[in-house]
C-alpha cells in the first residue's frame, strides 16, 4: 500500500522565522515527490517536485526540499516565511508504477503571524 | 498561461438531481485526474484517465458517480442521483503524455464547489 503522512496539521509560526514541514511517505514501488501549495479558494500549485538526482529541489516563493530515502522523508523548508505564505501545503507522491497515480498527504496548514 | 479549466465554479443543488460537473484539460495534455476535497477527508483521488481511457477510478462510488472523457478536451463527473454527503469541491488536474507528466507535475484547475441540499 502507498501512503503519504504529514506529521503536523497545523504549524503556526512567526513572521520571519524559519519553518519547516514534514512529509513521510510508504511505498513499495518507485515514485516521485510533490510539495503543492493551496491559498484559500483556490486551486492547488505546484511548489516543487524531486525526480531523480541531487536530493536538495528548490521551488518557488523562496521554498526547498530534501530527499531523504532511508528516511523516507521529504520535509518542506523555508528559512524566513512571509505572512504572505499563510496557506495550506500537501506532500504527494506519484507512483511510476502505476501510472504515474498521484496520491496526496492531509495537508498542514501554515499560519504566519506578525 | 495554459491552464485547466473547470465548470461551473459554484453549484448549489437540492438532493436527488443530476449534477454533471466539467473540466477541459490543457491541450496537449493526456492524463487526467478527479479528485474530491472536504474538511474530513483532504484530497480524495476519485478517478484518472490516460489517452480519454480510464486508469483506476476505485475511488469513485460506482452507485451514482460516474466519470468520462468523451473526447481529449473534455473531462466529466457525474452525481446521479445527489446526496448532501456529496458537497464538496472538486477538483481536476492535468498532466503531460505518460512518462513526462511527473516532470512538469500536474495542473490543477480552480475546482467545483457543489453543494447539495
Known amino acids: 500500500a502507498q501512503s503519504v503522512t504529514q506529521l503536523d496539521s497545523q504549524v503556526p509560526v512567526f513572521e520571519e522565522a524559519p519553518v519547516e514541514l514534514r512529509c513521510n511517505y510508504s511505498?513499495?514501488?518507485?515514485?516521485?515527490l510533490f510539495w503543492y501549495v493551496q491559498y484559500p479558494n483556490q486551486g492547488l500549485q505546484l511548489l516543487l517536485k524531486?525526480?531523480?538526482?541531487?536530493?536538495l529541489v528548490k521551488g518557488i516563493n523562496g521554498f526547498e526540499a530534501e530527499f531523504n530515502k532511508s528516511q523516507t522523508s521529504f520535509h518542506l523548508r523555508k528559512p524566513s516565511v512571509h505572512i504572505s505564505d499563510t496557506a495550506e501545503y500537501f506532500c504527494?507522491?506519484?507512483?511510476?508504477?502505476?501510472?504515474?497515480?498521484?496520491?496526496f498527504g492531509a495537508g498542514t496548514i501554515l499560519r504566519v503571524k506578525s | 498561461d495554459a491552464r485547466v479549466t473547470q465548470t461551473p465554479r459554484h453549484k448549489v443543488t437540492e438532493m436527488g438531481q443530476e449534477v454533471t460537473m466539467r473540466c477541459q484539460p490543457i491541450?496537449?495534455?493526456?492524463?487526467v485526474f478527479w479528485y474530491r476535497q472536504t474538511m474530513m477527508q483532504g484530497l480524495e483521488l476519485l478517478a484518472y484517465?490516460?489517452?480519454?481511457?480510464?486508469?483506476?477510478d476505485s475511488g469513485m462510488p460506482k452507485d451514482r458517480f460516474s466519470a468520462e472523457m468523451p473526447d481529449a478536451t473534455l473531462a466529466t463527473l457525474k452525481i446521479q442521483p445527489s446526496e448532501p454527503r456529496d458537497s464538496a469541491v472538486y477538483f481536476c488536474?492535468?498532466?503531460?503524455?505518460?512518462?513526462?507528466?511527473?516532470?512538469?507535475?500536474?495542473?490543477f484547475g480552480s475546482g467545483t464547489r457543489l453543494t447539495v441540499v
Open positions: 524531486y525526480l531523480s538526482g541531487s536530493t
Open positions: 484517465f490516460r489517452n480519454r481511457a480510464p486508469l483506476d
Open positions: 491541450l496537449g495534455h493526456n492524463t
Open positions: 488536474a492535468s498532466g503531460p503524455p505518460a512518462g513526462t507528466g511527473a516532470v512538469y507535475g500536474y495542473t
Open positions: 511505498s513499495s514501488v518507485s515514485v516521485y
Open positions: 504527494a507522491v506519484s507512483l511510476m508504477e502505476y501510472g504515474n497515480k498521484l496520491v
